[in-house]
């Protein structure tokens, strides 16, 4: 013979129970969670080279504008450039590459980053590809194991490669 009574508390111990299991299992969750993103940002300067960075790669690539102007006058807009230009523009100095990305790249992948200095710490200026051509500048700042050359790009701006990521170009 069972007890009306007994049945009932048996299923009320019973949700009591489930709902404290489904409570430690939601907090060991989000400790896990928290546990996982505190140490993703301790080890993000360790490990700068092997992460992707969306931002800086659309930072490296500029939109250029052309603004125009009125000639007073003619009525007709005219390219800002125009207005400014020199009668006699100076030749430009002519750009040799010196080093290229090596293939495959660092470790991390196809891609090397180019820094604004000379260590991993030093923020990303944008990620190269491999074989993109470089203009070796001549400074060069030892860093344990590797050494870290300065280079120029096509497009004029500066930054910082390790050695081991670049091969020098045969004249």
Excluded: C
Aim: hydrophobic share 45%; net charge positive.
């Amino acid at each position: 013979m069972v007890e009306p009574g007994l049945t009932t508390r048996l299923r009320q111990h019973s949700r009591r129970s489930g709902m404290l299991v489904g409570f430690s299992m939601l907090v060991t969750i989000i400790i896990l969670v928290a546990t996982f993103i505190w140490i993703y940002v301790r080890m993000g300067p360790l490990l700068s080279d092997f992460i992707p960075s969306q931002s800086a790669a659309a930072a490296a690539t500029p939109v250029s504008q052309v603004v125009t102007a009125a000639t007073p006058g003619a009525g007709t807009p005219v390219a800002a450039a125009e207005l400014l230009a020199t009668p006699s523009p100076t030749p430009a100095a002519v750009w040799q590459a010196t080093h290229r990305v090596a293939p495959g790249g660092s470790s991390s992948g196809p891609n090397v980053y180019f820094r604004s200095g000379p260590s991993t710490s030093s923020a990303p200026v944008t990620a190269l590809a491999p074989g993109t051509e470089l203009k070796f500048l001549g400074k060069t700042q030892p860093d344990g194991n590797v050494t870290w050359m300065q280079f120029e790009r096509q497009d004029g701006s500066t930054g910082w490669i390790r050695n081991v990521d670049v091969v020098a170009i045969k004249p």
